[in-house]
Protein backbone atom coordinates (compact mmCIF):
# COMPACT_ATOMS: atom_id res chain seq x y z
CA UNK A 1 0.00 0.00 0.00
CA UNK A 2 0.99 3.30 -1.02
CA UNK A 3 1.14 6.44 1.27
CA UNK A 4 -0.21 9.03 -0.22
CA UNK A 5 -0.80 12.34 1.53
CA UNK A 6 -4.48 12.05 1.12
CA UNK A 7 -5.21 8.56 1.15
CA UNK A 8 -6.65 5.51 -1.15
CA UNK A 9 -8.74 7.07 -4.75
CA UNK A 10 -7.33 10.74 -3.89
CA UNK A 11 -6.35 10.71 -7.38
CA UNK A 12 -9.54 12.81 -8.07
CA UNK A 13 -9.20 15.30 -5.42
CA UNK A 14 -5.69 15.72 -6.49
CA UNK A 15 -6.89 17.04 -9.79
CA UNK A 16 -9.43 18.91 -8.71
CA UNK A 17 -7.30 20.82 -6.55
CA UNK A 18 -4.74 21.34 -9.38
CA UNK A 19 -7.55 23.12 -11.46
CA UNK A 20 -8.42 24.96 -8.65
CA UNK A 21 -5.20 26.55 -7.77
CA UNK A 22 -3.83 26.72 -10.97
CA UNK A 23 -6.61 27.13 -13.37
CA UNK A 24 -7.54 30.78 -13.24
CA UNK A 25 -3.95 31.48 -13.36
CA UNK A 26 -3.49 29.61 -16.80
CA UNK A 27 -6.85 30.98 -17.78
CA UNK A 28 -5.59 34.38 -17.17
CA UNK A 29 -2.77 34.07 -19.16
CA UNK A 30 -4.79 33.30 -22.58
CA UNK A 31 -7.59 35.19 -22.17
CA UNK A 32 -6.82 39.14 -23.33
CA UNK A 33 -8.78 41.77 -22.22
CA UNK A 34 -11.84 42.56 -25.21
CA UNK A 35 -13.25 46.31 -25.60
CA UNK A 36 -14.48 48.05 -22.95
CA UNK A 37 -18.19 49.35 -22.99
CA UNK A 38 -16.95 52.90 -22.71
CA UNK A 39 -15.41 51.95 -26.14
CA UNK A 40 -18.30 50.29 -27.44
CA UNK A 41 -20.56 53.20 -26.54
CA UNK A 42 -18.28 56.17 -28.62
CA UNK A 43 -18.38 53.97 -31.72
CA UNK A 44 -22.54 54.80 -31.74
CA UNK A 45 -23.04 57.42 -34.04
CA UNK A 46 -25.03 60.53 -32.64
CA UNK A 47 -29.19 60.18 -33.26
CA UNK A 48 -29.90 63.66 -33.43
CA UNK A 49 -27.13 64.27 -36.41
CA UNK A 50 -27.54 62.24 -40.10
CA UNK A 51 -25.41 59.75 -40.97
CA UNK A 52 -22.38 60.73 -43.05
CA UNK A 53 -23.49 59.17 -46.10
CA UNK A 54 -26.85 60.57 -46.17
CA UNK A 55 -25.23 64.40 -45.62
CA UNK A 56 -22.78 64.22 -48.38
CA UNK A 57 -25.42 63.10 -51.08
CA UNK A 58 -27.88 65.88 -50.09
CA UNK A 59 -24.92 68.63 -50.99
CA UNK A 60 -24.06 66.51 -54.49
CA UNK A 61 -25.89 68.82 -56.97
CA UNK A 62 -26.20 67.01 -60.19
CA UNK A 63 -26.52 69.64 -63.06
CA UNK A 64 -26.94 73.32 -63.35
CA UNK A 65 -30.83 73.35 -63.19
CA UNK A 66 -30.66 72.23 -59.73
CA UNK A 67 -27.95 75.25 -58.70
CA UNK A 68 -30.47 78.20 -59.42
CA UNK A 69 -33.39 79.61 -58.16
CA UNK A 70 -35.94 79.44 -59.90
CA UNK A 71 -36.42 83.17 -60.06
CA UNK A 72 -33.13 83.30 -61.94
CA UNK A 73 -34.24 81.03 -64.97
CA UNK A 74 -36.11 82.70 -68.31
CA UNK A 75 -37.89 81.03 -69.86
CA UNK A 76 -37.07 81.23 -73.95
CA UNK A 77 -39.78 79.15 -75.73
CA UNK A 78 -41.86 75.99 -75.67
CA UNK A 79 -41.98 73.03 -78.08
CA UNK A 80 -44.92 71.18 -78.65
CA UNK A 81 -44.81 67.83 -80.14
CA UNK A 82 -46.94 64.67 -80.69
CA UNK A 83 -46.13 63.29 -76.90
CA UNK A 84 -45.10 65.81 -74.97
CA UNK A 85 -44.17 69.43 -74.35
CA UNK A 86 -40.65 71.26 -73.74
CA UNK A 87 -39.57 74.14 -72.60
CA UNK A 88 -36.51 76.14 -73.41
CA UNK A 89 -35.17 77.70 -70.21
CA UNK A 90 -31.80 79.70 -70.22
CA UNK A 91 -29.28 79.61 -66.26
CA UNK A 92 -27.88 82.25 -65.11
CA UNK A 93 -24.43 81.28 -66.32
CA UNK A 94 -25.97 81.85 -69.85
CA UNK A 95 -26.65 78.13 -70.44
CA UNK A 96 -29.40 76.57 -71.95
CA UNK A 97 -31.57 73.63 -71.40
CA UNK A 98 -35.00 71.65 -72.22
CA UNK A 99 -36.98 70.73 -69.68
CA UNK A 100 -40.07 68.43 -69.79
CA UNK A 101 -42.63 67.75 -67.05
CA UNK A 102 -41.24 65.65 -63.61
CA UNK A 103 -37.97 66.82 -64.15
CA UNK A 104 -35.91 68.55 -61.17
CA UNK A 105 -35.47 72.18 -61.44
CA UNK A 106 -34.64 74.73 -58.64
CA UNK A 107 -32.01 74.58 -55.84
CA UNK A 108 -35.29 73.76 -53.28
CA UNK A 109 -35.60 70.47 -55.08
CA UNK A 110 -38.48 72.03 -57.40
CA UNK A 111 -40.06 69.73 -60.13
CA UNK A 112 -41.39 71.28 -63.18
CA UNK A 113 -45.51 70.15 -62.90
CA UNK A 114 -46.94 71.96 -65.87
CA UNK A 115 -45.71 73.52 -69.38
CA UNK A 116 -48.06 75.92 -70.66
CA UNK A 117 -47.14 78.16 -73.71
CA UNK A 118 -46.00 81.45 -71.40
CA UNK A 119 -45.05 79.69 -68.06
CA UNK A 120 -43.75 76.79 -66.15
CA UNK A 121 -45.25 75.59 -63.46
CA UNK A 122 -42.74 74.61 -60.34
CA UNK A 123 -43.59 73.40 -57.06
CA UNK A 124 -40.96 73.16 -54.16
CA UNK A 125 -40.13 72.14 -51.32
CA UNK A 126 -38.55 74.68 -48.80
CA UNK A 127 -38.80 73.91 -44.83
CA UNK A 128 -41.10 75.77 -42.84
CA UNK A 129 -40.00 77.27 -39.14
CA UNK A 130 -40.58 73.89 -38.03
CA UNK A 131 -37.83 72.36 -40.26
CA UNK A 132 -40.78 70.22 -42.18
CA UNK A 133 -41.07 70.69 -45.84
CA UNK A 134 -43.50 72.62 -47.18
CA UNK A 135 -45.23 72.71 -51.05
CA UNK A 136 -44.44 76.19 -52.73
CA UNK A 137 -45.66 76.89 -56.18
CA UNK A 138 -43.58 79.19 -58.43
CA UNK A 139 -43.44 79.82 -62.18
CA UNK A 140 -40.98 80.76 -65.11
CA UNK A 141 -42.86 82.95 -67.34
CA UNK A 142 -41.66 83.82 -70.66
CA UNK A 143 -39.94 86.85 -70.82
CA UNK A 144 -41.31 88.68 -74.45
CA UNK A 145 -39.91 91.86 -73.66
CA UNK A 146 -36.30 91.02 -72.76
CA UNK A 147 -36.01 88.58 -76.17
CA UNK A 148 -37.50 91.44 -78.16
CA UNK A 149 -35.33 94.19 -76.68
CA UNK A 150 -32.32 92.24 -77.49
CA UNK A 151 -33.65 91.88 -81.03
CA UNK A 152 -34.08 95.24 -81.72
CA UNK A 153 -30.33 96.59 -80.15
CA UNK A 154 -28.90 94.52 -82.40
CA UNK A 155 -30.59 95.16 -85.59
CA UNK A 156 -30.14 99.00 -84.76
CA UNK A 157 -26.51 98.86 -84.86
Excluded at 119 to 145: M, T, W
Amino acid sequence: MSSTYFGKGAGWIRVLLFCLILGPVARAEVTTPGPSVADDIMKLRDPFHAPDGIAAKADVVANDLERFSIGEFKLLGVITGPSRVRALVQCPNGKTYFVSEKMRIGNHKGIVRKILSDVIQVRERVPNALGQDESIDGEIRLSIGDSLGAQNSEGGR
